[in-house]
């Protein structure tokens, strides 16, 4: 699961257990013989432990002064908590943004994160990534956050269903799409489903900045006073309300997508038939691939367009690494965190299927084999990308808000009718209103 995600990201394999050290200086590392100790903490699952072992035994071969410890936590924040409750901390953290612990917003909120604007500054990463509310979190023009890949996360679907040829054709306005619904129904099929209202995230930027441009995501990201008020605002909610609705909806999604690991269930609808398209990432290739029949192959679409030949917009998700602020390694995680966007960082990532997003990133795409990432990638083609994360907060005020909760989580209610969408709206706005009202003094 992806977050999970989107992660979000992660890896597998046995790794050593590490004790940290509070210093920040690097001369006061922890040391094992003659080498300095970087220790690398990551969720386990998502991403996978294959590459991130690849990465390290490159690094070390480059740095042989490094010892890089690895090790991977399928609970990672909890034993992170009780860890940094006694002094010990990570030099690296690979752990993404939208959570359900919310655990890397929290560290931001409470600004236990290390500024890397250096680092950024050095490497070649892409400038709509690098000047992101992503990697520049506070918007104080500061880097904390580093991209470590990207995906397009669009509607997936069935292409054995869907295309040119196929029983139904591609929509490509929302009005295409609505029909489709329609004609979907009438052959007992639906037009929608989701694992969990959480893979809205990517859907909902791409909304956004369908709806109101750049400026109007950035007011959302941002929780600018009113903006669910606007015209802009209830357009998004209008198309959410539609594709939850029981006119389009898998009959069988919300029960799925809040029961464990059912939300596999939802996914296997587009696979089976059952549903036309859901919103996803690239993972769910192969986190169903011991379902996937060998003819399926799936297929990857941007949002319909709002009229014929209008632009489309596409999310895109990034996950992200970063360096706690009291890591007692940091300069060799910045060493790290450069090896990453080196050339042969890229590569190694790359040949994980893995795309970091630096400036010629399409280019190296273009040069790939014939498959999957190939061909998700070349949705950038018809399509502008749509990313942020949520700003930050201030917890000391409200330290039990969820954002993603309030956001997200009401879809279900949405979805079942226990909830208008004049009332989902109303709680946006008034959610909103509070956070405004409670920013996170950056300086």
């Known amino acids: 699961m992806k977050k999970l995600l989107t992660a979000s990201l992660t890896l597998a394999m046995a ?22 100790v970087l220790k690398f903490d990551s969720f386990s699952g998502g991403n996978g432990e294959e590459v991130f072992t690849k ?30 409750a006694t002094g010990q901390y990570s030099d690296i953290v690979y752990y993404n943004l939208g959570q359900p612990s919310q655990f890397t917003e929290t560290q931001l909120n409470t600004k236990q994160v290390l500024d890397i ?45 869907i295309g040119e040829g196929k029983k139904y054709a591609l929509p ?9 619904g ?54 998004v909610i209008d198309k959410i309300a539609q594709l939850v609705s029981s006119e389009n909806l898998f009959a069988d999604t919300v029960s799925n997508a809040n029961s464990g690991d059912n939300f596999t269930v939802n996914q296997q609808a587009v696979i089976d038939g059952k549903a036309l398209f859901m919103p996803n990432g690239d993972w769910v290739v192969n986190e169903m691939a011991k379902t996937t029949p060998e003819d399926f192959h799936w297929g990857l679409m941007p949002l ?26 940091p300069d060799d995680a910045k060493k790290f965190l450069e090896f990453i966007y080196s050339d042969e960082g890229v590569k190694i990532m790359q040949e994980s299927g893995n795309i970091v997003p630096t400036t010629d990133m399409m280019d190296r795409v273009s040069k790939m084999d014939d498959g999957y990432t190939k061909e998700f990638f070349s949705i950038y083609e018809n399509a502008t990308p749509a990313f942020g994360a949520f700003g930050a907060y201030n917890t000391n005020n409200l330290p039990d808000f969820d954002v993603k909760a309030t956001l997200f989580g009401q879809i279900d209610d ?30």
């Open 15 to 36: 790794t050593t257990m590490i004790a940290g050290c509070s210093s920040n200086s690097e001369k006061d590392s922890a040391k094992e013989g003659d080498k300095r």
């Open 55 to 84: 990465l390290a035994e490159a690094f070390e071969k480059a740095n042989p002064d490094i010892d890089v410890q690895l090790r991977f936590e399928k609970d990672l924040p909890s034993v992170l908590n009780k860890e940094n």
């Open 117 to 161: 604007s250096d680092v950024v500054e050095k490497i070649d990463l892409d400038k709509s990534y690098k000047d992101s509310r992503i990697v520049q979190y506070y918007g104080d023009g500061k880097s904390y956050l580093l991209p470590l890949k990207t995906t397009p996360a669009g509607f997936f679907y069935n292409t054995e269903l």
């Open 172 to 180: 490509t306005t929302w009005d295409e799409f609505w029909e489709l």
């Open 182 to 235: 329609k004609q979907a129904k009438a052959d007992g099929i639906a037009l929608f489903t989701y694992p969990t209202s959480g893979y809205f995230d990517n859907t909902m930027n791409a909304l956004l900045k369908q709806a109101g441009g750049e400026d109007f995501l950035f007011n959302v990201l941002n929780y600018k006073e009113g903006v669910w008020d606007t015209k802009e605002g209830k357009a």
């Open 304 to 329: 319909p367009a709002d009229e014929k030949d209008g632009e489309r917009f596409v999310g895109s998700m990034t996950e992200q690494i970063w360096i706690p602020a009291q890591a007692a390694n």
């Open 414 to 443: 949405l979805a079942t009718g226990k909830i208008s969408k004049e009332d989902y709206q109303k709680s946006l706005s008034e959610a909103w209103k509070t956070l405004a009202a409670n920013p996170l003094e950056t300086k």
